[in-house]
């Protein structure tokens, strides 16, 4: 089964068999009739494979790289050839795009009452914010007006949100007891969520398991006083800027030995700052789940409506390959998309532990919210 990895966001010169007839959306897809999702996943995870395959297989017959350098070729590759002829503009017709995404998955409560709080859901607030549900894939004719997420692939996410619900409820069963029209899907390149997600979080786990100042052991008062705010202070406003201007003193990239005499002393101010840069983001990431921050430039003071999210913070600025929440089309719409666009997509779930991770770390911060 496919899993996390291959090439992503590769180009391949694939001819388009437009002989063949395409298919048209089957009517019993919409008829109502009752869809087995658990065989559509499984089909849906063998197209997966396949697509997969194919793209493999036509970057070794295309480029005729071996395994030791493949890996270098594709890091290089970019969406567009040259362009400096006719025969490279020939041969974008050919080619064929392949593309993998994390696909992230939250709830998002419809407010039908705010005076009735029997109607929260047990458990519900685990996954207030987004957790890696799977990954899709998108096989596509190359476009030159291309962006990193196309949007083909909101349109890919509408057609298999069948699917995505579906692993979401064996990812995290809270999910099988949510309303599907309250939850919530985002997507992301694979190269940046390893980057900006996967690498970051699994650095805090190594950092708050060897650290005494894990976040669990954070008081509002502890973390803005790390953070050099008031111990009163509640202004969502200053506490970023305070964040911002902390964690870019401090960020360990900037303690970059200039001179070998003093290799030994940047050394040592490079581990001592990383320490107080973790401490940093464990203080900030603390404030900002806990609740109870007011937004100075909003009238609407509620912590729901700032729209904060610990997942979303990772990476900054640079970590622009993120999208979400995606406004999703009708199966049926999407179908038609699919179509006429002559892209294949697939879905395929993600390791159990990355989810259960992730999970957890929501838990985490879920407890932390409630906290008096």
């Not at 008062?221 to 050099?228: E, Q, S």
């Not at 030995?257 to 003093?262: A, F, H, I, L, Y």
């Amino acid at each position: 089964m496919a899993g996390f990895g291959g090439a992503s966001g590769s180009t391949t010169k694939k001819k388009n068999k437009t002989n063949k007839k395409k298919k048209s959306p089957s009517s019993s897809s919409f008829s109502g009739a009752k869809y087995d999702v658990t065989a559509a996943l499984l089909r849906s995870e063998k197209l997966y494979d396949k697509l997969q395959g194919e793209n493999t297989k036509a970057i070794y017959s295309t480029t005729g790289k071996d395994d030791d350098n493949l890996e270098e070729y594709l890091d290089q590759f970019t969406y567009k050839p040259s362009n400096n002829n006719e025969e490279d503009a020939n041969d974008i017709k050919e080619e064929t795009v392949f593309s993998e995404f994390v696909v992230a998955a939250k709830y998002n409560p419809k407010k039908k009452n705010n005076n009735n709080k029997n109607n929260k859901i047990v458990g519900s607030s685990s996954v207030l914010d987004w957790l890696p549900i799977g990954q899709i894939c998108l096989s596509r004719p190359y476009n030159s007006n291309d962006e990193r997420i196309p949007n083909d692939l909101i349109d890919a996410v509408s057609l298999n949100c069948r699917e995505l619900s579906h692993m979401a409820s064996i990812t995290v069963p809270i999910f099988s007891k949510l309303p599907r029209q309250d939850i919530q899907y985002s997507v992301e390149t694979m190269e940046s969520w390893y980057k900006y997600v996967y690498d970051n979080i699994m650095e805090n786990n190594e950092s708050s398991s060897s650290s005494d100042s894990s976040s669990s052991k954070w008081t509002k008062k502890d973390a803005r006083v790390a953070l050099g705010l008031p111990e009163d202070c509640n202004d969502l406003k200053e506490i970023k800027a305070a964040y911002r201007k902390l964690s870019f003193k401090y960020h360990p990239d900037r303690f970059v030995n200039q001179d070998q005499e003093t290799e030994e002393e940047t050394e040592k101010e490079r581990k001592e700052a990383s320490i107080k840069y973790t401490q940093i983001k464990q203080a900030y990431e603390y404030l900002m789940m806990s609740g109870g921050m007011m937004d100075s430039s909003s009238s609407d003071t509620s912590s729901s409506s700032t729209g904060l999210s610990w997942y979303e913070s990772l990476g900054g600025r640079e970590r622009t390959d993120f999208k979400g929440p995606l406004k999703l089309i009708s199966i049926q719409e999407a179908s038609e998309r699919k179509e006429k666009g002559n892209w294949e997509s697939a879905v395929v779930g993600i390791d159990p532990e990355v989810a259960l991770m992730f999970n957890a770390r929501n838990q985490a911060n879920s407890m932390m919210m409630n906290k008096k």
